[in-house]
C-alpha cells in the first residue's frame, strides 16, 4: 500500500527536465543606471548643481573686484597723494635698525644677552678706579674692589653699596689674596713696595685663576717727556727722575 503513495505534483514533473538560467543582457546593465537616474530625476538635480556651481564661481571674482575698486574710489589719490599714508604707524629707529637687519642679512638676529664677568679692581677706590668701577658696574659686570684706602677714599664707592653685584674688600695687595675672578685690573700701584711685591701677587692670582690682568702706569716712568703734549706715537725718553718713577719702571722691561 506504501508504494501506491505518490506526492502531489510528481506526476505533471518531467523526468528529463533540465535547468536553464536566464540568458545575460549586457545592453541592460549598462544603460540601467541612465534608467534609474531618468526615473527618480536625479539627473535634473545633477544638471541644476553644476549650473548654480558655475554661475557663483564665475561671478564671485567680478563682484569682489567691484567693491575693492569701489571702496578706493573715495580716496583722492591725486588730490591728496599724502594724506593717505600720514595715518599709518611710524616705525621706531629700534624697529628699523632690525628690519635693515632682517633685509640685509635674512634672518633676525639672536639677540643674546652679554655674560657679566666677575672682575676685580685693586685700588678701586681711587679716584681712576672709581670711575673704572662705575662703568663695569653700567655694563653688567660684578666687581671686587680691593683697596686699602692708603690714597683711595671709602666715599668714592658708597654710592654702589646695596648693589648685589659689587663688593669691597679692605686689603693690602703686598699680602697674598685668593679670589675667583675673569679679570683682574691693576691700578694698585704706589711706591714700593706695593708697586712691585703687590703687582706679582695680582700676577700669581691670575696665573692660578687664568684670569686676563690689565696693569696701569704713568708716564712718569719714561721721565721729562722731549715734547709736550706728548701723542700716542711717542714713546717717550726712559730717564726716570726719582724712586716712586724707578719703582714702575720695570714694567718696561720684559
Given at each position: 500500500m506504501s508504494s501506491?503513495?505518490?506526492?502531489?505534483?510528481?506526476?505533471?514533473q518531467?523526468v528529463n527536465d533540465e535547468?536553464?538560467?536566464k540568458p545575460n543582457?549586457p545592453?541592460?546593465?549598462?544603460?540601467r543606471?541612465?534608467?534609474y537616474?531618468l526615473?527618480?530625476q536625479?539627473?535634473?538635480?545633477v544638471?541644476?548643481?553644476?549650473?548654480i556651481?558655475t554661475?557663483?564661481?564665475?561671478?564671485l571674482?567680478?563682484?569682489?573686484?567691484?567693491s575693492?575698486?569701489s571702496s578706493?574710489?573715495t580716496?583722492?589719490?591725486?588730490s591728496?597723494p599724502?594724506?593717505?599714508?600720514?595715518?599709518?604707524?611710524?616705525s621706531?629707529?629700534y624697529?628699523?635698525?632690525?628690519a635693515?637687519?632682517?633685509?640685509s642679512f635674512?634672518?633676525?638676529?639672536?639677540?643674546?644677552?652679554r655674560?657679566?664677568?666677575?672682575?676685580v679692581v685693586t685700588?678701586?677706590a681711587?679716584?681712576?678706579?672709581s670711575?673704572?668701577?662705575?662703568?663695569?658696574?653700567?655694563r653688567?659686570?660684578?666687581?671686587?674692589?680691593?683697596?686699602?684706602?692708603?690714597t683711595?677714599r671709602?666715599?668714592?664707592v658708597?654710592?654702589?653699596?646695596?648693589?648685589?653685584r659689587?663688593?669691597?674688600?679692605?686689603?693690602?695687595v703686598?699680602?697674598?689674596?685668593?679670589l675667583?675672578?675673569?679679570q683682574?685690573?691693576?691700578?694698585a700701584?704706589?711706591?714700593?713696595?706695593?708697586?712691585?711685591?703687590?703687582?706679582l701677587?695680582?700676577?700669581?692670582?691670575?696665573?692660578?685663576v687664568?684670569?686676563r690682568?690689565?696693569?696701569?702706569?704713568?708716564?712718569?716712568?719714561?721721565?721729562d717727556?722731549?715734547?709736550h703734549p706728548?701723542?700716542?706715537?711717542?714713546?717717550?725718553?726712559v730717564?726716570?727722575?726719582?724712586?716712586?718713577?724707578?719703582?714702575r719702571?720695570?714694567?718696561?722691561?720684559?
Open positions: 501506491e503513495l505518490t506526492f502531489r505534483g510528481h506526476e505533471a518531467q535547468y536553464s538560467p543582457k545592453w541592460l546593465s549598462a544603460i543606471p541612465i534608467r537616474m526615473r527618480e536625479r539627473l535634473v538635480f544638471l541644476i548643481g553644476i549650473v556651481a554661475l557663483f564661481f564665475t561671478l571674482p567680478s563682484t569682489s573686484t567691484k575693492s575698486s578706493f574710489s580716496v583722492h589719490y591725486d591728496h599724502i594724506s593717505y599714508f600720514e595715518n599709518e604707524p611710524k621706531t629707529p624697529q628699523q635698525r632690525a635693515a637687519v632682517v633685509h635674512g634672518k633676525i638676529p639672536l639677540g643674546i644677552k655674560k657679566g664677568l666677575r672682575i685700588g678701586g681711587g679716584f681712576v678706579g670711575h673704572l668701577v662705575d662703568r663695569l658696574i653700567a653688567g659686570d660684578s666687581v671686587i674692589v680691593v683697596d686699602n684706602f692708603f683711595g671709602k666715599e668714592n658708597m654710592h654702589h653699596f646695596g648693589n648685589p659689587f663688593e669691597l674688600i679692605r686689603h693690602d703686598v699680602e697674598p689674596l685668593l675667583e675672578v675673569d683682574i685690573y691693576h691700578l700701584c704706589p711706591a714700593s713696595p706695593t708697586n712691585v711685591v703687590g703687582t701677587n695680582m700676577l700669581g692670582l691670575a696665573k692660578r687664568g684670569a690682568f690689565l696693569l696701569t702706569s704713568t708716564s712718569e716712568v719714561y721721565g717727556p722731549l715734547q706728548q701723542k700716542e706715537t711717542y714713546w717717550g725718553n730717564n726716570p727722575i726719582d724712586t716712586w718713577n724707578v719703582a719702571g720695570p714694567y718696561l722691561y720684559p
